[in-house]
């Protein structure tokens, strides 16, 4: 019986395509998802997990934001801060992404993860208000990479931040926005993190 790393990995020329979609569309979407990715797998080096859950995650993350394919245009590539409507438009882009994805079955969980990436510890975040470890794992180490990327990036409508600076809000919103054990591990690797430097994954 195949496994599900092989199953995933059937898919990888998939995953590349749709990669290159999000490209066309948003060359920093695209950009922005292929670092989380790289990301993600190097906290997941740093929690021991396994070459199945690493490789599951890593194709999480590369397809976290993949529901922005279906924002208008105008509120994907706006220059200045969206409005209220526009970012309603935008907070739906894990449902999005949850509904193109739920429609493969090798990718249930994938899909749940996608969905749950804008969830928060304390359950104040988006689409359900899920919260803990109600959240799927992998939205939780995905959210902690996807908020550096983004803070570590410039964008239109604001500079970069520093990576001290970055470090500072991840340590502030430590279970508030982020699970405390998976941030408090990144933080104790940081340097590597930014790096992408990770710990050798656990086999099987």
Known sequence: MMKKIEQFMLYHDLIAGI????????????????????????????????KEKTALYHIAAHLHDLGK???????LRKKSSLNDEEWAQMKNHPVIGYNILHKIKAFEEISNIVRAHHERWDGNGYPDGLSGK???????????????????????????????KCRKEIEKNINHMYDGEIASLALKNWEGLLKKESTPVMQG
């Open 19 to 50: 990669v290159a979609a999000l490209e066309a569309r948003d060359p920093y979407t695209a950009d922005h998802s292929n670092r989380v990715a790289e990301m993600t797998q190097t906290i997941c080096g740093y929690l021991h997990l396994s």
């Open 69 to 75: 394919i279906g924002i208008d245009d105008s509120v």
């Open 134 to 164: 109600i959240i799927p794992l992998g939205a939780r180490i995905i959210a902690i990479a996807d908020s550096i990327d983004a803070m570590m990036s410039s964008r239109p409508y604001r500079s970069a931040m520093s990576a001290d």
